[in-house]
């Protein structure tokens, strides 16, 4: 098995990313250079992402940003051994920007391709530098997926759970807007919470105590929505900021905590371990939440530093490395798919459950 160093390149929401992965022949992955450009500013007054001003941003810094990266891991193309690019689940404009680029180099070089799944990217992201051994159970929460996962290898992850409506970032999203935030509401909502008192104000805990691993947040949305007209002083959006923000990171929690119950049940021959992954990962409270329920139930704990649980392209690099190793390159025809469940087994035989948003991130 030799050593394989990946361009990766994601472009399927409003971040550019390209980054340089080094797969040693033994041991955790190296990021060698992660450079991420945020279009944020570009869709703050829009209030979310415009998918044609996204697409024409990544058009415009794509081939800067991957010159930085290669720049900065000091690394030239001819000493690559393959590219990966996000080929969806996303906005398709800006994903075929980013496949694109990836398939003129990859096509240029002679080298192989990875078109990766985007949730195999952030599926893979806890193995970021660190020792995280296969199989894992996984709960994925960013802003456009919520859901419970057996991570069994690269390629293959069997969902247990998911949202049947919101996922649990568009859930902080659409919130925080609603308290007068920016875009994305996340941190912001996070930043606001804290100091605030969790007991003053009163949310519905959706789906408590149900048998499956499956998520709901839009009662949760639309309360918090009600509760939040009218409301002037700032100590008052500070204890719902922190009253929503402790309802979320407790469904979280709660439905981990079951999901582990089963997998415990499952597979007990097997050492238990946990990770979790994706933009809502960077919440301090879902991850102290989260890691006192692996205690609890006798998992360990992972979880990516904070730089790759939003989007990036390191974890796309590192999923497209795995993929070549394991011989899964990609033809240069692959599409961009704007939707592509990582179980599609369980998506197609059971079509009620929602990736989560429709639209941006979907
Ligand atoms: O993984 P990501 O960058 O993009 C998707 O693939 O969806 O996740 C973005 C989501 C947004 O909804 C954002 O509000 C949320 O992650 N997020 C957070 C925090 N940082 C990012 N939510 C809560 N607390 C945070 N600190
Ligand atoms: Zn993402």
Known sequence: MAELTVLGIETSCDETAAAVVRLPEAGPAVVLSSVVASQAAEHAPFGGVVPEIAARAHVEIIDDVIRQALDQANTRLDDLSGVAATAGPGLVGGVMVGLSAGKAIALARGLPLAAVNHLEGHALSPRLGAALDYPYLLLLVSGGHCQLLDVEGVGQAIRLGSTIDDAAGEAF?????VLGLGYPGGPALEALAEGGDVSRFKLPRALLGRKDCDFSFSGLKTAAARLAEGLTEDK??????AAVQAAIAGQLAERTDRAMAAYAETHGDRPLRFAVAGGVAANRLVRARLEDTAARRGFSFAAPPLAYCTDNAAMIA???????????????DAAAR???????????ANPTHKPGRKGAKA
């Open 173 to 177: 999203d659409k919130i925080a807007k």
């Open 236 to 241: 008052d959006r500070r204890d719902l900021a």
């Open 318 to 332: 590192l999923a497209g490395a795995e993929r070549l190793r394991a011989g899964l390159a990609d033809r240069m």
């Open 338 to 348: 704007p939707r592509w469940p990582l179980d599609e087994a369980a998506a197609a």
